[in-house]
């Protein structure tokens, strides 16, 4: 027979069957057994993987996609890149099929610098092995230069390039000076002043020239024109040619000007005005970010989730001295901030949040701030809890953690869009086995330990460790079903149950835990079952390194449970009065023989 079907990612198949053609949309996991055919076409521009596991062989090979194919081969990996015009790729031979690589989606990347390349790496789920690939060299991003020795009569000058990257200098020389040229250029000079959005976070820049001098013990000052025509102080010590106007303070304001003054030795050299239009604007509150402090090696540690990715972010703690830390979250929206102070400083201390948005172009620029209330830094205290995932002695996924009261805690489980997140409230006492039934694929990057606490939620407990929900079991085939007279639901499977599976019933949208007796599966429940649709379903928890990953069985269209029988209505005997009558007559003549015989 044909098997079409669109498969998700990492869905296994064993088709030690008669299968002979596969149709597939998503990833591939072949378990076992032997494939004459397998097609695979692509929806999306993502890479589709195929992997194949076991004893399990694949004869022919067909990918109608333009898009990369990574096929999972005994101990490598070959990469077949797009080409639009080769769209159908055959291959002939069998794949191997001894260990293939399975890896998760946990990336760990060397961070390409400007001369060095950097590293992208795929860990193996099964056997460790780890698959890097090499990201390029990002190459320098030079300033826009600030002459250090300027040009003279007979004296050619020099300016220096900056790596806004690295910090990295390069100089070029600048042509000597005519004799009417040098008449016209100060020693010392600020030029050229102008905002720069870099990467997300705003600058005001500028050049300057220092004279003969060259820039040593020089520094600046950035001020800017208010409405009311008052001069506000960004920064007063500033030794680099930059001022970030991320640190405003300014809930709404607009500037008009920006007047930039360069000091040596205390002594006021020089300074320049430019106009410009800057707005600062505070918007709504956000409630939504978690924010944690825990020990962390010899510093403490900030934890930040839930924030937008992407977006430049500053951490204000009112320590003495003030902590600011500015980070830009990752994909999923988090971030780890090492401070400078200790916990027992932050318990006297209180902290915000700020996410910034800015535009900018050469003379006008805007910044859009959202910012959290003011926090007591012990309410985001983890107190160095641990979370982590667990199997059970009954085969159950569980969480282990020692935090007091966890029914009054919400799990989050963080997946890697944001919308595929899963909130579980703790309060039942159900295992994580049971909660996640109802969510036959899904793929979990991390999970947090969260408390309410008025309006927000504090973050108690964090961790890393991944957790992948696949159902990719063949489906329970039930053969039968009934109710026993102890009350209890009897469900016969095909084949007998095995104890490293654990069994849950599915009936009317509920998951009812059944205990593996002999041949058959039982549970105390009273549903009323008659003539319903009920399914088994079987569960496997494996752990490889910090991944665990739940197998469930596929769902089919279920056994119908059996309708109580009913036996045909039995009525009483019409009585005839004649034939009565007759009785009571024959009763009363033989009690009268009887009390003749006695007197005898």
């Known amino acids: 027979m044909d098997l079409e079907a669109e498969i998700n990612r990492l869905t296994a198949f064993d088709v030690s069957g008669s299968v002979a053609h596969v149709s597939a949309y998503s990833d591939v996991t072949l378990m076992r057994g032997r494939l004459p055919k397998v097609e695979i076409f692509s929806k999306t521009s993502d890479d589709i993987h195929l992997t194949i596991i076991d004893d399990a062989e694949i004869e022919q090979t067909v990918l109608n996609t333009s898009n990369k194919i990574i096929l999972h081969g005994e101990e490598n990996t070959v990469f077949v890149a797009a080409d639009q015009t080769v769209p159908r790729i055959e291959q002939k031979d069998a794949l191997p099929a001894k260990h293939i690589h399975i890896y998760s989606n946990q990336i760990t990347t060397q961070p390409a610098t400007c001369t060095q390349a950097g590293t992208l790496s795929a860990k193996c789920i099964q056997c460790g092995y780890v698959l890097s690939s090499e990201i390029a060299a990002t190459g320098h991003c030079w300033d826009n230069g600030c002459i250090i020795d300027p040009p003279a009569v007979k004296h050619e000058g020099v300016k ?38 870099e990467n997300g976070a705003l600058y005001l820049v500028w050049d300057a020239a220092y004279g ?107 320590t003495n001295p003030i902590e600011q830390r500015t980070f830009v979250p990752d994909a999923d929206g988090n971030a780890y901030v090492d401070l400078n102070c200790n916990l027992d400083a932050l318990r006297e201390a209180q902290y915000q949040l700020l996410s910034f948005v800015s535009s900018a172009s050469r003379d006008s620029a805007a910044l859009t701030i959202e910012r959290t209330a003011w926090s007591n830094c012990t309410d985001a205290f983890s107190e160095n809890h641990e979370l982590s995932y667990a199997v059970d002695e009954n085969h159950m996924l569980i969480l282990q953690t ?6 009054e805690c919400v799990l989050m489980l963080n997946s890697a869009e944001d919308a595929k997140n899963l909130r579980i409230e703790l309060k039942d006492g159900l295992t994580l086995t049971e909660r996640l039934l109802s969510q036959p694929n899904a793929y979990y990057t991390s999970a947090s330990l969260l408390r309410p606490a008025d309006d927000k939620e504090n973050v108690l407990a964090h961790s890393n460790q991944i957790l992948n929900v696949s159902g990719s079991l063949p489906p329970i085939e039930i053969t039968g079903a009934e109710r026993l007279e102890s009350g209890r639901l009897s469900i016969h499977i095909s084949g007998n149950p095995d104890a490293k599976y654990c069994y849950f019933l599915r009936a009317n949208d509920q998951y009812l835990p059944l205990e593996a007796e002999q041949d058959q599966l039982t549970c105390m429940t009273d549903l009323d079952l008659d003539g319903q649709r009920i399914d088994v379903i079987r569960t ?28 045909p209505d039995i009525k009483e005997p019409e009585k005839d009065p004649e034939k009565n009558r007759a009785r009571i007559t024959l009763v009363r003549q033989m009690k009268f023989s009887l009390s003749r015989f006695k007197r005898r």
């Open 212 to 318: 003969g001098s060259g820039s040593a013990g020089a520094y600046f000052s950035v001020e800017m024109k208010q409405e009311d025509g008052s001069w506000k102080t960004i920064t007063s010590l500033l030794y680099s040619r930059r001022c970030s106007l991320l640190w405003t303070t300014a809930d709404r304001v607009h500037y008009t000007a920006a007047r930039i003054k360069m000091y040596a030795n205390r002594q006021l050299i020089t300074e320049a005005e430019q106009e410009i239009s800057f707005d600062i604007n505070t918007t709504a509150l956000m409630n939504d970010i978690g924010v944690c402090f825990r020990q962390y090696q010899d510093t403490v540690r900030a934890t930040v989730r839930n924030a937008v990715s992407g977006r430049t972010c500053r951490l204000d703690i009112m």
């Open 160 to 197: 220096q390039f900056t790596c806004l990257n690295c910090a990295q200098t390069r100089t070029e020389s600048i042509p000597a000076l005519s004799p009417d040229e040098s008449e016209k250029k100060p020693a010392f000079s600020i030029s050229n002043i102008h905002f720069s959005n």
């Open 540 to 567: 496997q928890v494996l752990k490889s390194g910090d991944v665990f990953t739940l197998y469930c069985s596929a769902r089919d269209d279920g056994f119908k449970f059996p309708e109580k029988e009913t036996g």
């Open 402 to 407: 020692d935090i007091d009261n966890i029914d």
